[in-house]
């Protein structure tokens, strides 16, 4: 039977649907504690968050979902409840640029029906929001929606393309140069690799992600719809492996699922997050990552030693002047141990090659494990091993109990290249495994870092950079890259570049040779990077024959510290130069670098508390632009007031010593 309708009654419905809509649909809006950054979240038929800088607007409305295998979190989203609060805390930091880590924002938390949540954080530096679930038993998530849209249609951007073959782009190195293009002329084949930072006039916005646990990460693509965005990226979960790759030692990823992550429903799941800056050297002392990670599950922290490290193969175990055939054996290293016990360097690292590739309780016979750990110990020096991913995880927990117990005092793990949800485990697992054992973990051939180094700080470096081992042969260039390093990359955390180099060559001269490798650019630079680079486990990367030639640049560089109790960023351009202040226990230590192009830096002293100091100045020689070996050593006194001016030559730097003297 036809039914009519009365205009009253079409009245009566259209009003309780606007009630409904009114009811589920909510803006909110939360500023920074100093009031610099205002946050807007927008609940309607999906949820959309924006960031205004001041009156700028940075980011425009980006869509956040989760696509689960019973429904999808975001899509008619239907608020609970709401909460704003404001914190103010300290983060002790045990093995970091600095020893406190002020953690103050606000946060804006939405529950909504259907057991999630959203957190959103607002500091004076950035913005960063996660989601919370509270599902029962496991769940399957098929796919994440994280939107960053731009502003500027004509944003610029630093990208890093992952070094991956177009049959699996997500089983790849982490590691390359950054190309710096409109952000809108990115690839839309290939992922970037976090943190990508974007230019939107003189602000520039970070993307990356804090606390990834028991989940893949997140690349980074091209927006398709609008183009001035990027959007996130995450690897499938692996099903099928096979071992294979370099020497045998790397398990490669065959089938992958149409899922990204099976997992616990009952959980937090990663930050993503948004560092905002106004003046480039903001970047360079940035702790976002640091104050979003979980806190430190290991306790007692004290028996963890950061410092410097000898090691072979960058130099490729060319060492000259002795009676033995130099190369991957016993007396090799303990030539290895003598210079670094002369030297005050903590730690040797015996890297590939010191046992069979796929086992990693084989220890070759050239080497003597034992006799070489009992050498270092008379002689205060601590060792180190490398081991490939797949041999140290098919035998973990015999292979940590093991050098432990001879007295192995941590692990290099190399090629992992890969950072889906299984692999992130294997972070995890070793981490907490290790910290058991009191061994100290080097992740190189690694993703970037999301705080590991937090929860877990027996984890005390990340390779993840294109670092110093790219001069064995290729052509980059490099004091471009060093540049970008610390206003991009290390926005995640510290990096395993490996410098020091003592052949030093300008633009012309430069040569790519693996047996006897050089730096692009002058000494001084390469000694700065010891103080612009965040590198708890810092190398030592050339030939201790080459070290002991130039005992006054190793003098230098043994006297810089690898943590430090507090970091000042001074000055800097992202890719021209960058200048940095760190000091550890009452004692100063600056670095600056450049690219290819000379310039004068002045620096201001008022960091220094009042009082007399002195100087002890690294800095380019007045041929450096010819030889990158020349360099000068001056000591003169300095205060507050001072304005040091330093001539930096084409790819070179500067590094100083500030001791008080009164």
Known sequence: ???????????????????????????????????????????????????????????????????????????????????????????EAPVYKKKEVADHYKELSLTFTGNYALQFRVYDDGVAY??????????????????????????????????????????????????HIPLKEMSDFWPAFAPVLVEQGTIKCGI????????????????PKTRQGLTGDFAPYPVEEVQGGHNNLQSL??????????????RTFPWRTVIIAAADKDLLNNDMVYKLASPNRIGDTSWIKPGKLAWDYWNAWNIYGVDFRAGINTNTYLFYIDFAAKNGIEYVLLDEGWAVSTDIMKVVPEIDLPAIIRYAESK?????????????????????AHYSKLGVKGFKVDFMDRDDQKMVDFYYRLAKKAAEHKLIIDFHGAYKPTGLQRTYPNVINFEGVYGLEYLKGDYPD?????????????????VDY??????????????????????QGTRAHQVALYVVFESPLNMLADSPNNYMKEQETTDFIRQIPTVFDQTVALDGKVGEYAVTAREEAGTWYLGAITNWDAREIIIDCSFLKSGNWQIEL?????????????????????????????????????????????
């Open 130 to 179: 996660r989601r919370i679930s509270s599902q029962k038993g496991d769940i399957t998530i098929l796919s994440e929606k994280a939107e960053f849209n731009f502003a500027k249609d004509d944003s610029k951007a630093y990208i890093g393309y992952v070094n991956a073959k177009e049959q699996d782009v997500y089983a790849c190195s982490f590691e390359n140069t950054y190309k």
């Open 618 to 662: 690294f800095k380019d020689g007045i041929n450096a632009d010819r030889n990158g070996n020349d360099y000068k050593r001056e000591i003169f006194n300095v205060n507050a007031a001072s304005k040091l001016k330093v001539q930096l030559a084409p790819g070179g730097g500067m590094a100083a010593i500030i001791r008080r003297t009164n």
């Open 253 to 266: 990823v065959v089938k992958r699922a149409d899922y990204i992550a099976k997992t616990k429903g009952n």
């Open 478 to 494: 490099m004091p471009f890259n060093d540049v970008t390093i610390p206003y991009i990359r290390m926005l995640a955390g510290p």
């Open 1 to 91: 039977m036809k039914q009519h309708m009365t205009n009253k009654g079409k009245y009566l419905i259209g009003l309780s649907l606007l009630c409904s809509a009114s009811l589920y649909s909510k803006d909110f809006k939360v500023a920074s504690p100093d009031n610099k950054i205002t946050l807007n979240v927008s609940v309607d038929k999906g949820i959309s968050w924006s960031v205004n800088y001041g009156s700028t607007p940075v980011i425009t409305p980006s869509f956040v979902s989760l696509r689960t295998d019973k429904k999808t979190w975001g899509e008619e989203p239907r608020i609970r409840k709401s909460d704003v609060r404001t914190v103010n805390e300290t983060i």
């Open 380 to 400: 205060g020096v601590s060792i180190l091993l490398w081991g490939g991913w797949l041999p140290l995880n098919q035998k973990m927990e015999e292979a940590l």
């Open 208 to 223: 990356t992600e804090a606390d990834l646990e028991d989940y893949p990460g997140m690349f980074l693509r091209l927006n």
């Open 498 to 519: 490996t410098p020091g180099a003592m052949f030093n060559a300008n633009k012309e001269s430069y040569r790519g040779i693996h047996a006897m490798p050089m730096s």
